[in-house]
């Protein structure tokens, strides 16, 4: 039967870019260092990350997928937390995010065009999850344009701590929301969904190109997400704050990348597209021909 290549080193020390993209996201949120500190150690941290990626295989589709998340860490870790507050930062930082969706989207689209009939169905599935999940969250980016534009930045500011928070709004709010409370509280639900279709449709695009472990982390994550919000709905006190901060640490926007770092990783360390599909095709054969043995 035949084997996949021995990955790289590179490709190995690859799986350590998007755990250390975010202990540096922890770092610099924490500290709040100078920009001239901060700026030459995440530029470091993503050229690094980017050599990694291009001594593997001529694959812009796994890339995308690899470079997704390490790109939101190096140039959203400089705007720091969105807020209204700082209404510019805001933008840029919707940019950023909104680039990285974009790119998660047509990587997904390129990966699904290539399974094979066997596994078309679920392809297909996560990419509507995918194209569905990123139409709301686009909304989502918009809305912080808009609030912008119309001058309406304070207001978002003297709100956003709770309305915008999901470990906050999820348990419940006091008092009688105003509309801006009520938008903050719909975009931030908008996010919410966006991250659980990430998590399932790349699941769903890992198990239709073959990787059960990472559709596994994928279905796993949507579903920690979904029990979450369902616990701080139905459930009081402690148990319902639990639920509440699990749901919302699972959708910080950076999570969406996970799942696809994962997946392009893999891709990546598999080959090439005609190696991976020799291999898989070679592992189909035996299969067939173990089958035909015990029968």
């Given at each position: 039967m035949a084997s996949l290549p021995r990955p790289r080193p590179s490709l190995a020390?690859?799986?350590?870019g998007w755990p250390l993209g975010l202990l540096l996201i922890l770092v610099?949120?924490?500290?709040?260092?100078?920009?001239?500190?901060?700026?030459?150690?995440?530029?470091?941290?993503?050229?690094?990350?980017?050599?990694?990626v291009r001594r593997g295989p001529d694959?812009?589709?796994?890339?995308?997928?690899?470079?997704?998340?390490?790109?939101?860490?190096?140039?959203?870790?400089?705007?720091?937390?969105?807020?209204a507050r700082e209404p510019g930062l805001m933008l840029v930082n919707a940019a950023v995010l909104g680039a990285a969706g974009a790119v998660l989207l047509a990587c997904a689209v390129v990966l699904a065009l290539r399974v094979g009939s066997g596994?078309?169905?679920?392809?297909?599935?996560?990419?509507?999850?995918?194209?569905?999940?990123?139409?709301?969250?686009?909304?989502?980016l918009l809305l912080r344009g808009a609030v912008v534009a119309s001058g309406a930045a304070a207001q978002q500011a003297a709100v956003e701590d709770a309305a915008w928070w999901a470990a906050s709004y999820l348990t419940?709010?006091?008092?009688?929301?105003?509309?801006?409370?009520?938008?903050?509280?719909?975009?931030?639900?908008?996010?919410?969904?966006?991250?659980?279709?990430?998590?399932?449709?790349?699941?769903?695009l890992a198990a239709a190109l073959g990787f059960r472990g990472v559709a596994r982390a994928g279905?796993?994550?949507?579903?920690?997400?979904?029990a979450g919000v369902a616990v701080a709905a139905l459930?009081?006190?402690?148990a319902g704050a639990v639920g509440a901060w699990t749901a919302?640490?699972?959708?910080?926007?950076?999570?969406?990348?996970?799942?696809?770092?994962?997946?392009?990783?893999?891709?990546?360390?598999?080959?090439?597209?005609?190696?991976?599909?020799?291999?898989?095709?070679?592992?189909?054969?035996?299969?067939?021909?173990?089958?035909?043995?015990?029968?």
């Open positions: 020390a690859a799986w350590t610099v949120t924490a500290l709040a260092p100078p920009v001239a500190v901060a700026a030459p150690v995440l530029a470091a941290y993503g050229a690094a990350v980017l050599w990694c694959d812009p589709a796994a890339s995308g997928l690899v470079l997704a998340g390490p790109g939101i860490f190096t140039l959203a870790g400089l705007t720091g937390p969105p807020t596994g078309r169905g679920p392809a297909a599935l996560g990419v509507v999850a995918l194209v569905v999940g990123s139409a709301g969250y686009l909304l989502n419940g709010l006091d008092g009688e929301p105003g509309l801006m409370t009520v938008l903050l509280v719909w975009s931030d639900l908008t996010q919410l969904a966006y991250l659980v279709l990430a998590h399932a449709g790349f699941g769903a279905y796993g994550l949507a579903g920690l997400v979904v459930l009081p006190g402690t919302f640490v699972l959708t910080i926007p950076f999570m969406s990348t996970l799942v696809p770092y994962a997946l392009g990783v893999a891709l990546l360390r598999a080959g090439s597209p005609a190696a991976r599909s020799g291999v898989r095709s070679a592992a189909r054969s035996a299969r067939s021909r173990c089958s035909a043995a015990v029968q």
